[in-house]
């Protein structure tokens, strides 16, 4: 059977929001039996005549605990009544002392206590508030998901189409191509694996420098096309020639109509990345910068991270999406991304 939720945060925001909303029918009802009440009924000053103890649950440490609530006594037409405070606290007034009560003309037995009718009134209203908050919010996790999942779905079954050493290789194509281009182990592979929901589609390697081919990857309405990273220290310098070679042909026959640039978010740019997006700038081929492996930083480390990358790239610290292929951080936002590129094609 189809899982009504993906999540369990989208339990726990229907629930959430049950009982936010319920709470907020009765305290209106509340609220507005109140200001009636206190419409028709006659307010008067009643004495404290005696401290009630109230026995209620006591939900920090389980058991019970004793609360205190005031019975006061108030007189209409020469006739004494005696009512008891609904609500209790630690801290009752002392006996002796004065309280507001509001009494039925028509029948002065019937009476409230303003005060206290307000207070659980606000009461109520915060906790609605509070719960429908909590509950929106993990409902929106789940909405999250369902949208993911959804754009998923479309890109289910991709499937690894060749790998292109040079410019004879390259595939011609009429579906739009995405280039996946970093250098050497910031995650190029583990992105593509995330985006494609995929675990083994790009081979994610240990040791940089390994992917030195242009490998395509048939995505359904898209193609991804994996470029070789760059600036590993120890490639030698004939093989940087021919790795240039490679994208200067690769870009020069608008191969790709969208660039991810990916960069670690732990170091930010290089001088190579920074020089590929500038590359990427005057050919105008649109570009995005996509911040790998967030999950070796902390949330605020990423945010002091971000801006120095925004910094770095002249851009808006919105404009660059953070990711971890481990945690699937940012999932969202790509896929988000790549929907509207295709749909601007
Ligand atoms: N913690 C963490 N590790 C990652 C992440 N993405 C990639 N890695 C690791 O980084 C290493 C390189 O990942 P790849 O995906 O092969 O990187 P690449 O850019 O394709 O590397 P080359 O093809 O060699 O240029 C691997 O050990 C991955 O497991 C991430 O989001 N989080
Ligand atoms: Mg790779």
Known sequence: ?????????????????VIGIGMLVFAIWYLTDT?????KYIRIEATVVEIAT?????????????LYAEVVEYTVDGKTYRKQNNSSSTHPKKVGSKMTVAYDP???????????????????????AGFTAAGASCLSIEVKERKMEKSLAKIQNAQFITSAASKEQFI??????????????VGKSSFINMVTNRKKLAKVSKDPGRTRLVNYFDCGNFIIADLPGYGYASVSKQEKLKWARLMEEFFAEKRAQHVFALCDVRHGPTADDLQMTEYLYHNIIPFT??????????????GRQVQSIATAYKCGADDII??????????????????????NI
């Open 289 to 302: 910068i996509i911040a790998t492996k967030a999950d070796k930083l902390s949330k605020a480390a990423i």
């Open 106 to 128: 028509q029948n002065p037995k019937n009476c409230f206590f303003p005060s206290s009718n307000y207070t659980v009134s606000v009461l109520m209203f915060v906790l609605s």
């Open 54 to 66: 109230v026995r209620t649950h006591d939900s920090e440490h389980g058991g019970y605990k004793y």
């Open 35 to 39: 200001l009636t009440k206190d419409d």
């Open 172 to 185: 011609e194509t009429e579906k739009p191509v995405i280039a996946i281009c970093g250098k050497s182990n």
């Open 322 to 343: 953070v990711t971890s292929s481990q945690t699937r951080q940012g999932l969202d936002k790509v896929l988000e991304k790549i929907e509207l590129i295709l749909s």
């Open 1 to 17: 059977m189809k899982k009504l939720f993906r999540r369990r945060e989208g339990w726990v925001g229907v629930i959430g929001l």
